[in-house]
């Protein structure tokens, strides 16, 4: 157990539809990470928040964004959902940019 | 962004042998890289890790070489059990990190 968790585990929704990742990060971490892992693909980097404001952002597509709360914890939304973004969506945490991250179990987001 | 790269998909090995499991970086800012290790289903798990001011870096069946005037690093793992069987990422932090595309090793029995 990583400490870091994510919910919902599974999601199942339309295309055209939004939805919201949630996760909470390890305690004591500021920094939060967004990954994507479509199928047999690395992990596509999205974005990264630290403590509450945007530190770094990767190859994220103008219909999702993402914030991170006063609480640390973060929330990942995409919008007008298309069959290609069916994924496994993870979270990570820690507490500088340059520390491990520790990976949440992800959310499989299923797109049909 | 191809600063990471792993260039094997995948590795078969056989039980009780070494799996050596390469990764090449091209920027020369990057100082900590990392291992991590996924099974299906789950999230990425750190495996071990290594500061660019060393070569080597050993946690029982796992090392970990660094060789900075090459810009490549290894993760070798002996005896080869077949719970090692997973997606192994390489990762390297400069101000954020960036992972390789990952390599899919098979232990045979």
């Known amino acids: 157990d990583s400490g870091v968790t994510q919910t919902p585990k599974h999601l199942i929704t339309a295309t055209g539809q939004r939805v919201t990742l949630r996760c909470s990060p390890r305690?004591?971490?500021?920094?939060v990470y967004w990954y994507q892992q479509s199928l047999d693909q690395g992990l596509q980097f999205l974005i990264q928040y630290y403590n509450g404001e945007e530190r770094a952002k990767g190859n994220i597509l103008e219909r999702f964004s993402a914030q991170q709360f006063p609480d640390l914890h973060s929330e990942l939304n995409l919008s007008s959902l298309e069959l290609g973004d069916s994924a496994l969506y993870f979270c990570?945490?820690?507490?500088?940019?340059?520390?491990?991250?520790?990976f949440g179990p992800g959310t499989r987001l299923t797109v049909l | 962004d191809q600063q990471v790269k792993q260039n094997s998909p995948s590795l078969s090995v056989q039980e009780g042998r070494i799996s050596i499991l390469n990764c090449d970086y091209t920027?020369?800012?990057?100082?900590?890289f990392l291992w991590y290790k996924k099974y299906p289903a789950e999230g990425p798990t750190f495996l071990i890790s290594?500061?660019?001011?060393?070569d080597k870096n050993e946690d029982g069946r796992f090392t970990v070489f660094l060789n900075k005037s090459a810009k490549h690093l290894s993760l070798h793992i002996v005896p080869s059990q077949p719970g090692d069987s997973a997606v192994y990422f390489c990762?390297?932090?400069?101000?954020?990190?960036?992972f390789g595309a990952g390599t899919r090793l098979t232990v045979k029995p």
């Open positions: 290594i500061s660019s001011i060393k």
């Open positions: 990762a390297a932090s400069a101000e954020g990190m960036r």
């Open positions: 920027n020369s800012m990057f100082d900590y």
């Open positions: 990570a945490s820690s507490f500088t940019s340059s520390d491990t991250q520790y």
């Open positions: 305690s004591g971490d500021l920094s």
